[in-house]
């Protein structure tokens, strides 16, 4: 099993940036990938980034440029860089560690982009 620990979420004024945490604990070395998903109120959840444990990285359109993610191998921790943020990236994000078969999802941050 893994255990995901989200951080970083909060309010922030549009232009503005935040820096999401993550921090794997348990059957860390059966991880290949991990990502950041969010959800926003009646939509699906969506993929934000995505990163390999060979440092391959992809991004939703809508990010490229503004978003990026990396890794602590050392602190087990990925982090979501956010910056430009808009209203539109107003939701839930969530962890997600990807194993074979499984996947483990943390239990979201709240982030609100508003003036």
């Known amino acids: 099993q893994v255990r995901l620990v989200e951080s970083g979420g909060g309010l922030v004024q549009p232009g503005g940036s935040l820096r999401l945490s993550c921090a794997a604990s348990?059957?860390?070395?059966?991880?290949?990938?991990m990502g950041w998903y969010r959800q926003a109120p009646g939509k699906q959840r969506e993929l934000v980034a995505r990163?390999?444990?060979?440092?391959?990285?992809n991004y939703a359109d809508s990010v490229k440029g503004r978003f990026s993610i990396s890794r602590d191998n050392a602190k087990n921790t990925v982090y979501l860089q956010m910056n430009s943020l808009k209203p539109e990236d107003t939701a839930v994000y969530y962890c997600?560690?990807?194993?074979?078969?499984?996947?483990?999802w943390g239990q979201g941050t709240q982030v609100t982009v508003s003036s």
């Open positions: 997600r560690a990807d194993l074979i078969p499984y996947a483990y």
């Open positions: 348990g059957s860390i070395s059966e991880i290949y990938a």
């Open positions: 990163i390999t444990n060979g440092h391959t990285t």
